[in-house]
């Protein structure tokens, strides 16, 4: 009997765990390398001035590595060792001696190649691992499972049957989102666009039919949702064509005290708050610090913009758009998702915490029965 009930618990508390084991692909961390020469490796303070070497690691030396970076198309890896020696090596006169602990987290996001030659794929999540010899072509949808945001940011991505790691910085794969963001070249608003993961600053949109990639956009909060968006001018202010937070601007206009400014969007930037107006058939952008409005326009008063768009859920918010899988791994685009699909009970989420429940009815049953076939044995014996 006592044996039994151990067993039980046993197969309660390993249940989680094998579960756990399956939660998520890898995400880089650090990793151990050596040298490859027995000369040993030099190491420097800084990647852009590689003559001056501060020293070297010597054969065999146990190095931890736990940043990437990639410049001029060469890789760098800084590189420590026991005694805290730190310094940038060559990536390529390393060996990979002992893969990092991946603890990353699983995703399902719709990705896309944007490199023009296509993109190659390592076995793991650095330039210290080999290739896997596959090369997905420009403009493919991919999946994108798992990511880490590191110095370096890594994409586990699958394209039908090939699954392997790339380098996002570089902006080769990134993700697609649905929202709003405010392209800043042309005033254009995108509501379908791409985002690498990396830097937040680098956006993909469509531009007469075709994709563009630039490094420059901002966060937009949406139509201006108020009560009023005509304003009358206290006071000068100078219109420009775009949203630049440079020193150096030129001004299209200038807005005269007495003038009718009608706001159509907003965004904001490190305190500083822009607005798209029209004012006597010219757009532009104007700046005010924040709570400066109430000296510019007459009955300005942006906190009260703020709660109107806040208590009307009017922001739009920047969200990945999710994969979805067909038998082969090809990806299901997501205009293609049925709009009314009904609560998914086989998702993997939920079979886990189905499979969970069940089996702690069926341990709980037994344990049950158990007992009450041993009090009827008892009773039994005591007859």
Not at 11 to 27: E, N, R, S
Not at 345 to 353: G, L
Request: charge should be negative; charged fraction near 30%; hydrophobic fraction near 35%.
């Amino acid at each position: 009997m006592k044996k039994i009930f151990v067993i039980i618990l046993g197969v309660i508390f390993l249940i989680p765990i094998t579960v756990k084991a399956d939660m998520g692909p890898p995400a880089v961390r650090e990793y151990k390398a050596t040298p490859k020469s027995v000369d040993g490796v030099k190491y420097y303070s800084d990647i852009y001035q590689l003559n001056k070497a501060i020293g070297t690691f010597e054969y065999k030396t146990i190095l931890t590595i736990a940043e990437e970076r990639k410049v001029n198309g060469k890789s760098y890896a800084y590189a420590c060792d026991k005694k805290n020696n730190c310094g940038y090596v060559l990536i390529s006169e390393l060996t990979l001696s002992e893969k990092s602990n991946l603890d990353g987290f699983e995703l399902k996001y719709v990705g896309r190649v944007f490199a023009k030659d296509g993109v190659e794929l390592y076995e793991g999540p650095g330039y210290i691992y080999k290739k896997t010899g596959d090369k997905i072509p420009a403009n493919a949808n991919v999946v994108v499972s798992g990511y880490d945001q590191n110095e370096t940011t890594w994409l586990k991505i699958k394209y039908k049957d090939t699954v392997g790691f790339v380098d996002s910085d570089d902006a080769s794969v990134m993700i697609l989102y649905k929202g709003q963001a405010l392209i800043q070249k042309n005033n254009k608003v995108a509501t379908e666009f791409y985002k690498s993961n990396a830097w937040d600053r680098k956006i993909a949109y469509k531009e007469d039919g075709k994709y563009v990639i630039q490094d420059e956009y901002f966060e937009f909060s949406g139509d201006f949702k108020y009560s009023k968006t005509e304003f009358k001018a206290l006071d000068e202010l100078n219109l420009y064509k775009l949203l630049d937070y440079s020193e150096h601007k030129d001004s299209i206009y200038t807005i005269k005290k007495g003038d009718t400014v009608k706001f159509i969007y907003d965004a904001a930037y490190q305190g500083t708050l822009s607005y798209y107006v029209e004012v006597n058939g010219k757009k532009g952008w104007i700046e005010m610090d924040y709570g400066a409005g109430g000296e510019y326009f007459e009955g300005f008063d942006y906190d009260r913009i703020l709660d109107y768009i806040y208590d009307n859920n009017l922001y739009t918010y920047n969200e990945p758009v999710e994969a979805k899988e067909d038998e082969v791994g090809d990806i299901v685009p997501p205009e293609e998702k049925d709009k009314d699909e009904k609560y998914d009970w086989f998702s993997k989420q939920n079979i886990i915490i189905l499979s969970c429940a069940g089996a702690f009815l069926i341990v709980l049953t037994a344990i049950v029965t158990m007992l009450l076939v041993n009090k009827k044995n008892k009773k039994s014996v005591q007859d």
